[in-house]
């Protein structure tokens, strides 16, 4: 791997770990989708929300609508205390019910246990609140409330909140004593100490639509795009939609909130951007070009809370990169980071601010460049992975797990999975396809299944899908009744 980054915040995946080892000795499988509880689905929700400050959602803010809860976001900064609001937010996105009562206050989610489940529980679960307030203080000044997201067997459990760490706060993990009680920290002389859960009554009805729905963009052979949605919750595929372009040669996609950002190369060379609200149901009315720059062959773009890291190889060969902050609108500038003859591209970014960039050289080696956003710094090119020969690469991240994925000369799909926080790779695996020629995949937050989309042969779409809960990978399939394709790229939104 490159020079190691800094390490921010992490978020615990013993399940995710314990899967990765497990995969690389595991061959093609069919399993049925792995069935998510209210529980899981909350914990990951909060998790896909890491490193986010009081503006991520988009911008949005967090907070719960229909309840006494104001946006965390005022004019493209933090509003106020915002650690209920982060709370009721996951808990939205989830279905909970009976969520009026909620306000800008962490004991608001006492009230909620009060009214629901009969007050707090002395008993975490995962998907729970958490809340802390000091037992020798009155007053509410130094309260908390964060996410259940792991009860462990040695009595300890971990959270992720809103608002925690040096100021400004962010979207942090933490663990400790999971014991009401227990002293967990001390702010001016007080110590804070851990009240109980407030666990969340789930009507899955009105969970959100597009959390575990692919958004899937297929770049057809006369130059178009088209994109579908995948509803793995339901089982389900949409129909394609035209979006609108003409003369396309690469595309790629991230999200930013409830929004999709779309970024292809025109017949031009230049990188063009289209975006759609899932959570309003609009697009943007055409495609504009975000930030002028070199002409281009290829792009990657990846998000970390409201910024985009869009990544291009230049038509010299050479890797460009611009972040865009979404809440103020501004880009940075297009900036080299070297490589020669550079031909494909993908980038991950992971739970510790760290975006991940790989990409395959005139020889067909595989190489890794890491640009550490926390400490401000970007390390050199070296081979990715331990090494690898390929015609195409993907890489999609789950906290601070990155699953990568590339073509091998024989055309088959190689797997491999990157643990930086272990500082380590699992060795590739060959997970079969025959044939291939085009990659893309995205991971979603809500499950832990890698979806992996590939062009074959035929230049017909497939896909395979990687169950991290259970270690198992299903068989190739055509997604969306299937099309004839030359490029792709999918996304999942929040």
Same mark, same amino acid.
């Given at each position: 791997?490159?020079?190691?980054?800094?390490?921010?915040?992490?978020?615990?995946?013993?399940?995710?770990?314990?899967?990765?080892? $497990?995969?690389?000795?595991?061959?093609?499988?069919?399993?049925?989708?792995?069935?998510?509880?209210?529980?899981?689905?909350?914990?990951?929700?909060?998790?896909?929300?890491?490193?986010?400050?009081? &503006?991520?959602?988009?911008?949005? +803010?967090?907070?719960?609508?229909?309840?006494?809860?104001?946006?965390? &976001?005022?004019?493209?900064?933090?509003?106020?205390?915002? &650690?209920?609001?982060?709370?009721?937010?996951?808990?939205?996105?989830?279905?909970?019910?009976?969520?009026?009562?909620?306000?800008?206050?962490?004991?608001?989610?006492?009230?909620?246990?009060?009214?629901?489940?009969?007050?707090?529980?002395?008993?975490?679960?995962?998907?729970?609140?958490?809340?802390?307030?000091?037992?020798?203080?009155? +007053?509410?000044?130094? %309260?908390?409330?964060?996410?259940?997201?792991?009860?462990? $067997?040695?009595?300890?459990?971990?959270?992720?909140?809103?608002?925690?760490?040096?100021?400004?706060?962010?979207?942090?993990?933490?663990?400790?004593?999971?014991?009401?009680?227990?002293?967990?920290?001390?702010?001016?002389?007080?110590?804070?100490?851990?009240?109980?859960?407030?666990?969340?009554?789930?009507?899955?009805? =009105?969970?959100?639509?597009?959390?575990?729905?692919?958004?899937?963009? %297929?770049?057809?052979?006369?130059?178009? #795009?088209?994109?579908?949605?995948?509803?793995?919750?339901?089982?389900?595929?949409?129909?394609?939609?035209?979006?609108?372009?003409?003369?396309?040669?690469?595309?790629?996609?991230?999200? =930013?909130?409830?929004?999709?950002?779309?970024?292809?190369?025109?017949?031009?060379?230049?990188?063009?951007?289209?975006?759609?609200?899932?959570?309003?149901?609009?697009?943007?009315?055409?495609?504009?070009?975000?930030?002028?720059?070199?002409?281009?062959?290829?792009?990657?773009?990846?998000?970390?809370?409201?910024?985009?890291?869009?990544?291009?190889?230049?038509?010299?060969?050479? #890797?460009?990169?611009?972040?865009?902050?979404?809440?103020?609108?501004?880009?940075?500038? @297009?900036?080299?980071?070297?490589?020669?003859?550079?031909?494909?591209?993908?980038?991950?970014?992971?739970?510790?601010?760290?975006?991940?960039?790989?990409?395959?050289?005139?020889?067909?080696?595989?190489?890794?460049? %890491?640009?550490?956003?926390?400490?401000?710094?970007? +390390?050199?090119?070296?081979?990715?992975?331990?090494?690898?020969?390929?015609?195409?690469?993907?890489?999609?991240?789950?906290?601070?797990?990155?699953?990568?994925?590339?073509?091998?000369?024989?055309?088959?799909?190689?797997?491999?999975?990157?643990?930086?926080?272990?500082?380590?790779?699992?060795? @590739?695996?060959?997970?079969?396809?025959?044939?291939?020629?085009?990659?893309?995949?995205?991971?979603?937050?809500?499950?832990?299944?890698?979806?992996?989309?590939?062009?074959?042969?035929?230049?017909?779409? =497939?896909?395979?899908?990687?169950?991290?809960?259970?270690?198992?990978?299903?068989?190739?399939?055509?997604?969306?009744?299937?099309? %004839?394709?030359? +490029?792709?790229?999918?996304?999942?939104?929040?």
């Amino acid at each position: 791997m490159p020079v190691r980054p800094t390490k921010l915040a992490r978020l615990a995946l013993a399940t995710a770990l314990t899967a990765s080892a $497990a995969m690389a000795a595991v061959t093609a499988a069919t399993t049925a989708a792995h069935a998510t509880t209210p529980g899981e689905a909350i914990a990951n929700t909060a998790a896909g929300q890491l490193g986010n400050a009081a &503006c991520g959602n988009g911008g949005a +803010g967090y907070y719960a609508s229909g309840t006494g809860q104001s946006s965390s &976001c005022s004019g493209g900064s933090e509003a106020h205390a915002w &650690c209920a609001d982060f709370a009721g937010w996951v808990w939205a996105q989830n279905g909970v019910k009976n969520l009026g009562v909620l306000n800008n206050l962490a004991n608001s989610f006492a009230t909620y246990a009060n009214k629901n489940t009969g007050g707090l529980s002395s008993t975490p679960h995962v998907g729970d609140a958490v809340f802390f307030h000091p037992n020798a203080f009155s +007053g509410s000044t130094y %309260d908390h409330v964060a996410i259940v997201t792991a009860v462990n $067997a040695n009595g300890t459990i971990e959270w992720i909140g809103g608002n925690q760490g040096a100021s400004p706060g962010h979207v942090t993990h933490n663990s400790g004593s999971g014991q009401v009680g227990s002293g967990m920290w001390t702010v001016n002389g007080y110590t804070v100490n851990l009240q109980g859960y407030a666990s969340p009554t789930v009507d899955a009805t =009105t969970t959100s639509p597009w959390i575990n729905t692919a958004h899937l963009v %297929d770049l057809t052979p006369d130059g178009g #795009l088209h994109n579908a949605e995948g509803n793995y919750s339901a089982g389900s595929w949409s129909n394609w939609s035209d979006m609108g372009a003409a003369g396309i040669k690469e595309v790629t996609s991230t999200s =930013t909130g409830s929004t999709l950002r779309v970024f292809a190369i025109g017949s031009d060379n230049r990188i063009y951007e289209k975006d759609g609200n899932y959570a309003t149901g609009q697009w943007s009315s055409g495609w504009f070009q975000p930030e002028a720059g070199p002409t281009m062959v290829a792009v990657s773009a990846s998000s970390f809370g409201n910024t985009v890291h869009l990544t291009a190889i230049g038509t010299d060969g050479q #890797l460009y990169n611009s972040d865009g902050n979404y809440p103020s609108g501004g880009w940075n500038g @297009w900036t080299a980071h070297g490589g020669t003859n550079l031909k494909h591209l993908a980038s991950a970014s992971t739970a510790n601010n760290v975006n991940h960039v790989f990409a395959v050289d005139g020889n067909n080696q595989l190489l890794e460049i %890491d640009a550490d956003y926390a400490a401000g710094s970007w +390390g050199s090119w070296s081979p990715a992975a331990n090494g690898f020969t390929g015609k195409d690469v993907t890489a999609a991240a789950f906290g601070n797990i990155v699953h990568l994925d590339a073509i091998g000369m024989d055309g088959n799909l190689y797997n491999t999975e990157g643990n930086y926080d272990a500082w380590s790779w699992n060795g @590739w695996s060959n997970m079969g396809g025959g044939g291939l020629k085009r990659l893309t995949s995205a991971t979603s937050s809500v499950t832990n299944v890698n979806h992996i989309f590939a062009i074959n042969s035929a230049n017909r779409l =497939t896909e395979i899908d990687a169950d991290y809960n259970t270690g198992r990978w299903n068989t190739w399939a055509e997604p969306a009744g299937g099309a %004839d394709s030359i +490029g792709l790229t999918a996304a999942f939104t929040s």
